[in-house]
């Protein structure tokens, strides 16, 4: 079994919409990312929590919001998609005591029309 | 700004060797880390470097020199499933990656 897992893999969606896209972890890790990919860019950084308490922003927040319901899950919604949060949307776990590497899930290719 | 510039696209020959240069500024360094993206896939780690210097794993080495803001992963005996994105990422005084773009690399035979 993977991992870091995320639910949906695929979502089409319309202008407007609330979307979910959650994020599960089995590797025991304390912090938790979300990351959205566009071509010719560089992954870029949402949202990250370091613990179950603990939400910070990224680089590119706006329009999105997070929760970090237990250390295992960590959700990212969208509460009014626009077209230009078209993206691929990856999921990451580290363990800050093993040099913060990164795992990352399978993505989250959203399209909102 | 924080800022990390690596080659949007390199060719290479089945068997050769091909060497991907990153260049960062960021503020303040952690570490700095390769990984390899197949399209439509996830990151897949391959390296971490903090000390300069040179860090070898089998047919990938990858290389620091912190006071240039600069490494290299430097690839032998290519195959053909060694055509991917080629990420670099610095982790800044705050523990957060920058990454770069990424390098498309493509293995002709």
């Known amino acids: 079994d993977a991992d870091v897992t995320q639910t949906p893999r695929n979502r089409i969606t319309k202008t407007g919409k609330r979307i979910m896209l959650e994020c599960s972890q089995t590797?025991?890790?304390?912090?938790m990312y979300w990351y959205r990919q566009d071509p010719g860019l560089g992954l870029r950084l949402i949202y990250y929590?370091?613990?179950?308490?603990?939400?910070n922003k990224g680089e590119i927040s706006d329009g999105y919001s997070v929760s970090r319901q237990a250390q295992a899950k960590f959700s990212l919604s969208l509460e009014s998609a626009i077209p230009n949060q078209t993206a691929l949307y990856f999921c990451?776990?580290?363990?800050?005591?093993?040099?913060?590497?990164?795992?990352f899930g399978p993505g989250t290719r959203l399209t909102v029309l | 700004g924080q800022n990390i510039d690596q080659p949007t696209e390199m060719t290479a020959t089945e068997g050769a060797i091909v060497q991907i240069n990153c260049t960062y500024q960021?503020?303040?360094?952690?570490?700095l880390f390769w990984y390899q993206q197949h399209a439509g896939e996830a990151p897949t780690f391959l390296s971490y470097?903090?000390l300069d210097g040179l860090e070898e794993k089998g047919r990938f080495s990858s290389f620091l020199s912190r006071s240039k803001g600069y490494s290299y992963l430097l690839l032998k005996e290519l195959q053909m499933k060694d055509s991917a994105s080629y990420l670099c990422a610095v982790m800044d005084s705050n523990y957060q990656l920058i990454w770069g773009a990424g390098t498309k690399l493509i293995i002709k035979p």
């Open positions: 929590s370091f613990d179950v308490k603990d939400i």
């Open positions: 590797k025991g890790h304390d912090r």
């Open positions: 470097n903090v």
């Open positions: 990451a776990t580290s363990d800050h005591q093993d040099y913060n590497e990164q795992f």
């Open positions: 960021t503020s303040g360094f952690n570490g």
